[in-house]
C-alpha cells in the first residue's frame, strides 16, 4: 500500500452500484455518492416501472430516499480529484490477468505514471509534464494533495449531510403546521383563527353563490 490509511479511502470512494472506485462521481442531496453512468442507468430503469399512481419516482440505491422528480447532477470535482490522487497514489500490483492498464493511471498526454499534483490545472501529472506544460506551475505531492482534497470532501459529505437533516427537520416543522392549522378549523369552539378562516371561505364562497343565483334567475 502507498500510504496508511488509503484502505478506508478506497471503500469511501466506492460506488455502492457498481462497487468499484467511482468514475465521474455525483453526489446526491441525502449526501450519497454514486458514478455518474450507475446511477443514470438505476434511474433509467425506475423512470421505466409503471407504478398505479402513473407518478414516477427516483430513488437513492443507497439510502431509498424517494425523489420527485430526476435529478441534474453535476460532477463532485473533489471526489473526482481523490480517486485521481488515489489512483496516482497506487503502487501498481503485478497482476497476471489485468493486462490492460487501469483507466486513470497514466498521464493522458504522455503516457506516463502520474507521480506529482499541478495545483494551477488541479490534476495529477507524470514526469514528462513537470518539464514541459507544467514547468511554471505549482505542484505538490500526490500524497499531500490527497491529505488536503480528503479533508475537503469529509467536510463536503458532512455539511452535505447536515444540510439534509435541517431540510428533513425544515419539512417536519411545516407538516406540524398544516396539521394544527386543520385541526383548529375542524375545532367548532369559535376562537379567533378558525373565525377568521371560516370568514375568508365564506368571502371566497359567497360571491360565488350570489354569481350562481344571478344567473338562475335570469
Ligand atoms: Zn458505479
Ligand atoms: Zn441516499
Ligand atoms: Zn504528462
Ligand atoms: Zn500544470
Request: proline share 6%; glycine share 4%.
Given at each position: ?36 453512468k ?37 460532477k ?38 502520474l ?9 495529477v ?25 480528503e ?37 367548532p ?16 364562497h ?8 344571478k344567473?338562475?334567475?335570469?
Amino acid at each position: 500500500m502507498a500510504f496508511a490509511g488509503s484502505q478506508k479511502l478506497e471503500e469511501k470512494l466506492c460506488c455502492c452500484i457498481c462497487l468499484e472506485i467511482f468514475s465521474t462521481p455525483v453526489t446526491m442531496p441525502c449526501g450519497h455518492s454514486f458514478c455518474e453512468k450507475c446511477i443514470n442507468s438505476h434511474w433509467d430503469k425506475e423512470g421505466e416501472e409503471e407504478r398505479p399512481s402513473g407518478q414516477k419516482v427516483y430513488t437513492c440505491p443507497e439510502c431509498r430516499k424517494t425523489f420527485p422528480e430526476r435529478l441534474k447532477l453535476n460532477k463532485t470535482v473533489q471526489l473526482d480529484t481523490l480517486v485521481d490522487l488515489l489512483r496516482a497514489g497506487e503502487v501498481p500490483a503485478p497482476r497476471e490477468e489485468k493486462t490492460t492498464p487501469v483507466k486513470g493511471k497514466e498521464c493522458p498526454r504522455h503516457g506516463r505514471p502520474l507521480v506529482l499534483y499541478c495545483r494551477t490545472e488541479k490534476r495529477v501529472i507524470c514526469s514528462e509534464c513537470t518539464v514541459k506544460e507544467c514547468q511554471d506551475h505549482k505542484k505538490v505531492l500526490v500524497e499531500d494533495e490527497r491529505k488536503k482534497q480528503e479533508e475537503l470532501v469529509k467536510e463536503t459529505l458532512r455539511k452535505t449531510q447536515k444540510e439534509a437533516e435541517r431540510l428533513k427537520e425544515e419539512t417536519q416543522k411545516m407538516e406540524q403546521q398544516i396539521s394544527s392549522v386543520k385541526v383548529e378549523f375542524m375545532d367548532p369552539t369559535p376562537n379567533k383563527t378558525s373565525a377568521f378562516c371560516r370568514n375568508s371561505l365564506f368571502s371566497i364562497h359567497f360571491p360565488l353563490v350570489e354569481r350562481t343565483v344571478k344567473i338562475h334567475s335570469c
